[in-house]
């Protein structure tokens, strides 16, 4: 993996990992390898490929977390799986301290399809990339500006099996306000036409490493 991390910034081009770790066990269980397409003070943007080998969790018997009923999703035993992402790639975007990114995702031919508001803890950056804990409830927003709540059933479930405290969920609760102020005021990063940008050509894809789930010595994002 390429890039410095801590206090300097990526250069446009560098692959790293983009993680997520457990509520439970705290251990990295999605990895995702990505470009770097800009870093500064202000914004982390980020590109995945394509066709980019990724880790996601399953459960232990190898069912996909989303076809397990709810009751059972998150008591069960799980694992981890590599898998390709299939599909347009997916740009991401994150400002520090924030406790959400907005990612943008197109159809076939480049077609805008939506920003998507990923609910997260303010993520930790390392060496190699960044980690984050996902927080269960998302926002889709249209190109009509329109939005709606997404994974509020999962965000309720998450409480009932204790992966979320009370003073923790009405901390994601006020996150997602902020972030729909965001969107109703047409702030940054939607305002900032995203929506047209076009990856380079020359970015070849990049790979996922075979100590993906190390644990490196945190520093300020």
Not at 126 to 132: K, L, P
Not at 160 to 174: K, S
Not at 188 to 205: I, K, T, Y
Request: one cysteine or more; a negative charge; aromatic letters at 12%.
């Amino acid at each position: 993996m390429t890039g410095t991390g801590g206090n300097q910034h990526w250069a446009p081009g560098d692959h790293i990992l983009w993680r997520y770790r457990g509520h439970a066990s705290g251990d990295p269980h999605i990895c995702r390898p990505v470009t770097v397409v800009q870093d500064t003070d202000d914004l982390l943007a980020v590109w995945m490929a394509p066709g980019t080998e990724c880790v996601r969790p399953v459960l232990a018997d190898g069912t996909p977390v989303h076809r397990e009923p709810l009751a059972t999703r998150y008591t069960k035993p799980r694992t981890t799986e590599r898998s390709q992402w299939f599909g347009m790639g997916v740009l991401k975007l994150a400002r520090p301290g924030e406790p959400w990114s907005v990612w943008l995702f197109w159809d076939r031919g480049w077609r805008f399809k939506n920003w998507y508001v990923n609910l997260e803890s303010p993520r930790t950056r390392w060496a190699g990339g960044v980690d984050s804990v996902d927080h269960f409830l998302d926002i889709a927003v249209e190109p009509d500006r329109s939005w709606r709540w997404l994974d509020e059933d999962e965000f309720a479930q998450a409480q009932r099996d204790g992966l979320m405290n009370a003073d923790e969920a009405l901390r994601v609760q006020q996150a997602g306000r902020a972030a729909v102020a965001t969107v109703e005021s047409w702030g940054a990063p939607f305002s900032d036409g995203w929506e047209n940008w076009r990856p380079d050509a020359r970015w070849p894809v990049p790979e996922l490493p075979k100590d993906w789930d190390s644990a490196p010595a945190h520093m300020p994002a």
